[in-house]
Structure formats: structure tokens, C-alpha cells
């Protein structure tokens, strides 16, 4: 076996009788039994002048080299040969010194043999890539966890914030009722005076219904948000130390302003969930309901102090939180982004284009169910301000209350919340768009009865019950409206219908004071039971699918 000439192998120097070998001394295979006790040195492939097989004996081969430098000899220790591969014991190439016989047998090998050809060695090119896959890279399932879980955290954070905003709103609505006999007295106006700051309201409301859809393409959703927080925040400064009345109604001016850029927004990015859309949006109307509710217990308890307006220097904190709290989650992103944060990708309707010279608005108007969500909103939202803002001076002046009626504004935002939240197991039994109907027909049912019964404890106990029944209306159509309008436009759309159904708070609370300055109070039930009997009508052209033209 020639082909060990080129491995390194360990090898032995003589310790005993060799002293010196002749450099004219043939080379010679030593025979089995000659071994000497070596000690191991390395040997340089250039100092190896021979290598030799031992003779028969094919499982032991020795090595005998004598070189210009070395004076002693040296031998390799046993390697067998069934270490060897059959690569490389078959023989491969036939030597110029080989015999006639090592010739033969090669030959004879060879004929025997069927020569290797690369169709039976390797396959083609082609045929191992048409075998392969592609790779397929996946996170471990404890990477997988731990960015849901961060995702799942990040959504509850966002949704939380969203939550106090809107009872930041429900405060502002629910201390209206309790405080307005106080403002008309401190003031000295009456019912068509007073009504301005409902009027202011309307105005700061539709503006801002207008100006959401601009903005939002300009700013995005978290600079919107915080925008309409700073003017809320400028509402309660201006009412802290009870200004004079003109300073007053522009600060409702801001009031309606903000809200709606925050109600737009926030109503526009729960409705874009793809995830619990439908009881999120009831749990955040619940959180305007809650603090609707809480606001005229406070408030009834300012209403009998000397400095009433104090309580908004409560409000005055309430919105610096809010502010704060929407800086630090929102960080002035745009919604793509805060949704793509909580895992959630962009639906295909939201890469649609449309040509540059279509405008946003023109798009919007075209879409004949907004106008009819945004009429609806506008009528229910109404009712609910109104019931809530004038209910108070209702039990006061037609039914000999005292100042505690205030507690039966907060009875009835509280059946709101209790409404938005208890009824939603009925909502999806019986069908949203269908439970409306019986819900707006039973409100009317119990309206009737404050008209006509005069009595504080059932007419209280019925204002709360139609709180409950109304509760659950504003979710269901912002619900709704995410399955009949575009997604694509659903935020825009939103905020105009949000925006036209908060000018509703303050619109007809301002016709409610026109008909009670020419009236009285005791017009506020007939105006009701017809506003609700609108909603049937409106609702009943509201289609319960999308319509693709």
C-alpha cells in the first residue's frame, strides 16, 4: 500500500542494539519479529525515501527510512488494514515497478468490475433541486408566547386609555343636569339663555366633525386624540372660577370640539378591531356611562355649595390625566401602526387607492348609509343628553323634587353603563340590528309613564330602565356601521357620524330649552316620545348588510 506515504503516522525510534545504518544499505522490510521498542517522533514527508510492504503479512506494515540527517532507524507501528476504507485499499493505479501479477490482478478487477458512472453516483443538478423545500423558519413556541402575551398586554393598555377618555367625556355630559338650575340662578337667565351653552356645544361639535376627517389623514390618531384632550383640559380651566356667561359658552364650545375629535377617533379605532370588536365597544361606552354616572353624584353636592364651579377644577385634573395617559400609550402614533403593535395586520379593503382627484369627503357623502347612521346618532345621542341634562329641572319643577334630584340623572347614566353591559349576551341572541327595535319601543313604552304618572319614585325607577334600554344603542351602531360602510373609510366615516351625533348632544338639549321657554318643562316627554319614534323609523332604512354597488 503506497498511498500511506502521505499520511502522518507515529513512529518509534531504536533504543537497543542498531547504533548506525549504512546509507549504501538496501532498503529492506524488517520481518515481523525484529520489532524494536521505538519512541514516537514525527517524520517529514521530504525524509521518507521508501516505503515498503512487509512481505505476506498484509496486517502490519513497517516503515524503514534513511535520510542525509537521521542515523537511526525507523519503523511504523502496527496499523490494520481493516481500518482502511475500500477506497483505499482498492488498488487505483498501477506503478511503473509493478510485477506482472499486480498487473493481472488489477486488470482482472477491473473487468470483473462495472465502472462507476455519474448517473449511478450522483443525480442530476436538476433532480435535486426539484427534491428540495424551501426553508422553513419558526420561532419556538416560547418566543410565539411571549409576543402574544406582549401583544395581548399592549391592546389591553390601549383599550384602557381609550376607556378613561370616554369617562372623561360621560363626566363632562353628567354634570351638566345637577349644575344647570345652579347656572341659571347664578347667572340670572332663562331657559333660551342657558340654552347657549348647548348651542356652543352643537357648534364645537360639528366643527370638530368636520375637521376630524382633515386632520386625522394630516395628523393620525394619536396626535388627534392628544389635540382633543388639551381641549378639554382648556374647557375646565375657563369654567374653574366661574367665569362671566360669554366665556362660559365658548368654553362649551371646546368641550364640544374636543369630544368629538376623541370620540371620532376612538370610536373609529375600537370599530377596526378584529378581535372582541362588538364587546369592547359596549365596555367602552359602558366607561362613558360610568362617568356620567359618577359626575352627578359629585356635582349635585357643588350644586348646593357657594362655589359650585369648583367642580370643575375636578374635571380640571380628570383632563390632565387623560392628557398624560394619552401621550404615554399612543405616543402621537398613527393607528396602522398601534394595530400592527397588537398584532393586527391591515385589512385588504385598507391598501385600496382611489384616484388623487376623487376627494375624501366626496367619497364619504356618496355612501348613503352614513348620512342615515349619522341622522340616527344625531337623534339618539340627543335623547340620551337630554334626558340626563333636563330630567333634573323636570322632577324639580313639574313634580316638586328638591335639590336631590339630582341622584335620578345619575340613575339613569347608571342604567346606561349596567345596560351597555348586561344586555350584550340579549344583543347577540337576539341579532343587533333586530334588538334595537325592541329596545327603542320599550324605551317609549316607559317615557309614557313619566309623561303621564306623577310620580318621583316610578318616574325615577323608569328614567333608569330607559337608561338601560338605551345603553346599549351607540355600541351597536358603531358595530354596525364597521359591517356596512368601507374599512378603508370606516375611521373617516366614523368620525363624521360620531362628530353629527355629539352636535345631537347639544342640539336638541337647545330645543328642549326653546320648547320649555314657550311651553314649560312639561314639554320634555312629548319631545322625547317623538324623537324616539324617529329612531324606529331611521332604523328601519338602515340595510343590515353592506351593499356593493
Not at 498487473?103 to 428540495?132: C, H, Y
Not at 319631545?527 to 338602515?542: D, E, Q, S, Y
Amino acid at each position: 500500500m503506497t498511498s500511506l506515504a502521505g499520511a502522518a503516522h507515529i513512529i518509534h525510534r531504536s533504543d537497543n542494539v542498531m547504533d548506525r545504518v549504512n546509507s549504501s544499505t538496501d532498503d529492506s522490510a524488517l520481518d515481523d519479529g525484529d520489532t524494536p521498542e521505538l519512541s514516537e517522533v514525527a517524520i517529514s514527508k521530504h525524509l521518507a525515501t521508501s516505503i515498503v510492504a512487509s512481505g505476506a503479512n498484509t496486517n502490519a506494515r513497517r516503515l524503514s527510512s534513511v535520510g542525509p540527517d537521521f542515523n537511526y532507524l525507523l519503523d511504523l507501528h502496527t496499523f490494520p488494514v481493516s481500518h482502511l476504507s475500500e477506497r483505499t485499499r482498492r488498488p487505483s493505479v498501477i506503478r511503473a515497478d509493478s510485477g506482472t501479477e499486480t498487473i493481472a490482478t488489477i486488470a482482472s478487477s477491473l473487468k470483473d468490475s462495472v465502472p462507476p458512472t455519474r448517473t449511478q453516483t450522483f443525480e442530476s443538478t436538476s433532480a435535486i433541486l426539484n427534491q428540495t423545500r424551501p426553508l422553513q423558519y419558526e420561532e419556538s413556541p416560547t418566543v410565539t408566547d411571549q409576543v402574544a402575551r406582549k401583544q395581548n398586554r399592549r391592546s389591553i393598555i390601549q383599550f384602557a386609555a381609550l376607556c378613561w377618555c370616554f369617562a372623561l367625556e360621560g363626566w363632562n355630559d353628567g354634570s351638566v343636569g345637577p349644575l344647570l338650575p345652579v347656572i341659571q340662578t347664578y347667572y340670572s337667565v332663562g331657559f333660551s339663555v342657558v340654552s347657549l351653552l348647548f348651542v356652543s356645544n352643537c357648534c364645537g361639535f360639528i366643527i370638530g366633525a368636520g375637521a376630524n376627517v382633515w386632520l386625522n389623514e394630516r395628523l393620525g390618531f394619536g396626535k388627534v386624540m392628544i389635540l382633543g384632550s388639551l381641549f378639554l383640559l382648556a374647557t375646565y380651566v375657563i369654567q374653574s372660577p366661574a367665569p362671566p356667561f360669554p366665556a362660559l359658552v365658548v368654553s362649551f364650545l371646546f368641550a364640544g370640539f374636543g369630544m368629538s375629535l376623541q370620540g371620532a377617533q376612538a370610536n373609529g379605532f375600537v370599530g377596526s378591531l378584529k378581535k372582541n370588536k362588538s364587546p369592547k365597544l359596549m365596555m367602552l361606552h359602558a366607561s362613558y356611562g360610568m362617568g356620567a354616572f359618577c359626575s352627578p353624584l359629585v356635582a349635585t353636592q357643588f350644586s348646593q355649595a357657594r362655589h359650585w364651579s369648583f367642580h370643575y377644577i375636578i374635571s380640571a385634573g380628570i383632563a390632565v390625566s387623560n392628557t398624560v395617559i394619552l401621550c404615554a400609550v399612543f405616543r402621537f402614533k398613527r393607528q396602522e401602526e398601534l394595530l400592527m403593535e397588537i398584532g393586527q395586520e391591515p385589512s385588504e379593503d385598507a391598501f385600496t387607492t382611489t384616484p388623487t382627484s376623487v376627494n375624501l369627503y366626496q367619497q364619504i357623502f356618496n355612501i348613503r348609509v352614513v348620512h342615515l347612521l349619522a341622522v340616527f346618532a344625531l337623534i339618539y345621542v340627543g335623547v340620551e343628553v337630554t334626558i340626563g341634562g333636563w330630567i333634573v329641572t323636570f322632577i324639580i319643577r313639574e313634580r316638586d323634587g328638591g335639590a336631590a334630584a339630582g341622584y335620578i340623572s345619575s340613575g339613569f347614566f347608571g342604567g346606561l353603563t349596567l345596560g351597555r353591559l348586561a344586555l350584550m349576551y340579549i344583543n347577540k341572541r337576539i341579532g343587533e340590528h333586530t334588538v334595537v327595535f325592541i329596545y327603542v319601543l320599550l324605551s317609549i313604552g316607559l317615557e309614557l309613564t313619566v309623561w303621564f304618572v306623577p310620580s318621583i319614585i316610578e318616574n325615577a325607577v323608569a328614567v333608569s330602565f330607559v337608561g338601560v334600554l338605551l345603553g346599549p344603542l351607540w355600541p351597536i351602531l358603531v358595530g354596525h356601521g364597521a359591517r356596512v360602510i368601507p374599512a378603508y373609510l370606516f375611521t373617516a366615516c366614523m368620525g363624521l357620524i360620531t362628530g353629527v351625533g355629539m352636535a345631537g348632544s347639544a342640539a336638541l338639549p337647545f330645543i328642549t330649552g326653546i320648547l320649555a321657554s314657550k311651553y314649560g318643562i312639561k314639554s320634555l316627554q312629548p319631545f322625547l316620545v317623538a324623537m324616539m319614534c324617529t329612531m324606529v323609523g331611521l332604523w328601519a332604512l338602515i340595510p343590515k348588510t353592506r351593499r356593493i354597488a
